[in-house]
């Protein structure tokens, strides 16, 4: 059974919390964990370290994972979830402040699903949130699970 938990992977305390008030905002009531670095991610991922003894078959509906990361950044974090069987084919957005083309090379390359800057503006955060809400929680099919 799918709960549709997103997994949100951010360092900065203003960013999270921008983050979480816009998936409040636009009703996205959808369970939220959060790992504030590339460690804690993979732990939560894989069910190691605090969370030792999580059934880490059950994935998240989608990874929101920003790239500049303490411990493991995003991008090594994404090559892990790619190598393993069990999490290859999770639907990860990375969302950061990052415009470089590079990151959004590296980003694809890694294989990301998609690359979204977060605005400046609240009011378009929140709309970006809502579009990521609407496509990733209710349009997007995710693969069936593995046996």
């Given at each position: 059974?799918?709960?549709?938990v997103i997994l949100l992977v951010e360092d900065n305390p203003d960013d999270e919390a921008l983050t979480l008030r816009a998936l409040k905002k636009n009703?996205?009531?959808n369970q939220v964990i959060v790992a504030r670095d590339g460690a804690e991610?993979?732990?939560y991922l894989f069910g190691?370290?605090?969370?030792?003894?999580r059934d880490a078959t059950l994935t998240p509906q989608v990874v929101l994972l920003d790239l500049k990361l303490p411990k493991i950044d995003g991008l090594?974090?994404?090559?892990?979830l790619r190598a393993n069987e069990n999490t290859k084919l999770l639907p990860v957005v990375i969302l950061t402040s990052s415009n470089e083309e590079q990151d959004r090379i590296n980003g694809y390359d890694s294989g990301a699903n998609s690359y979204v800057r977060k605005p400046v503006d609240f009011n378009q955060f929140i709309e970006a949130v809502h579009q990521l809400g609407l496509y990733w929680l209710i349009l997007n099919?995710?693969?069936p699970a593995r046996r």
């Open positions: 059974m799918n709960s549709k009703n996205i009531g991610a993979l732990d190691a370290g605090q969370y030792s003894g090594e974090v994404l090559r892990r099919e995710q693969p």
